[in-house]
């Protein structure tokens, strides 16, 4: 399927490693201009050349001005900007019921903060384009699988955001949507290490509460991210889609 998506600029934030790596990727495959953005320069860099050097600028996008900086960069690359995915986000966080004040404030920063920080820098650029969004969320935001609670409560309120700015953004011509990945194994992920510390407690809670009955992959995720910035998702906005494998039950 032609997505349409080539000589469209595009902005992924976090995209350095993991699921945002693979959607630059993904992207990149389609034809598009990406310009990659991440916290830590060398791991940035890295990324950068792996993928063929395309722009990158370095910034913590949970920061006001970096998102505004970060912005500036995409559309003096590009010439304008077409398109944004908000990647950036943390599940790293203390066990359900050990979660202190100072937590809560950076999982927030992390996980909502650094999405709507950077939807709003965005806006003006978007708008001139009718350019789409896609917000990376996590199905821990829609049911309580154990995930640790900061993070679970920061991905709903992303949820949140993503349903109820999609009409003021539609006034501006702008689509945004939201992507909530299951189980997703990556280089230097959580599921890695868990494979590598108690590999038989894995494949038991796949059984049990995985339909398909395995980790999903970065490259499963960016194949949606990349069939929502499209024309071919031209109806969809203010939707979550959950890409999970079947976890989800409600």
Not at 26 to 37: A, H, R
Not at 90 to 116: C, I, K
Request: hydrophobic share 45%; aromatic share 4%.
């Amino acid at each position: 399927m032609d997505l349409g998506l080539s000589d469209k600029v595009v902005l992924v934030t976090g995209s350095s490693r993991g699921i945002g790596f693979a959607i630059a990727k993904n992207l990149i495959t389609e034809g598009c201009i990406v310009v990659l953005n991440g916290r830590d320069r060398d791991a940035l860099a890295d990324a950068a050349s792996r993928l063929g050097n395309p722009p990158a600028l370095a910034a913590d996008v949970s920061k006001v001005a970096a998102c505004e900086e970060l912005v500036s960069f995409a559309r003096e690359k590009g010439g304008r900007l077409d398109a944004l995915v908000c990647n950036v986000g943390s599940g790293r966080a203390a066990p359900p019921g050990e979660e202190t004040a100072d937590e809560w404030q950076h999982m927030f920063n992390v996980n909502l903060a650094a999405t709507t920080h950077m939807v709003n820098a965005a806006r003006p650029a978007l708008a001139d384009t009718g350019g789409a969004i896609v917000c990376t969320s996590s199905i821990a935001g829609i049911e309580a699988l154990g995930a640790p609670v900061t993070y679970s409560a920061a991905k709903a309120a992303l949820n949140s955001f993503v349903r109820g700015i999609a009409r003021p953004l539609a006034r501006s011509g702008i689509r945004i949507n939201g992507l909530a990945p299951g189980n997703i194994n990556f280089e230097g992920s959580l599921w890695e290490e868990r494979l590598r510390d108690d590999p038989d407690a894995v494949e038991a809670m796949l059984e049990t509460e995985v339909a398909l009955g395995r980790l999903g992959h970065a490259d499963e995720i960016a194949d949606v991210a990349a069939f929502l910035l499209s024309e071919r998702a031209s109806f969809m906005t203010g939707t979550i889609v959950v890409a999970d494998g079947g976890q989800v039950r409600g």
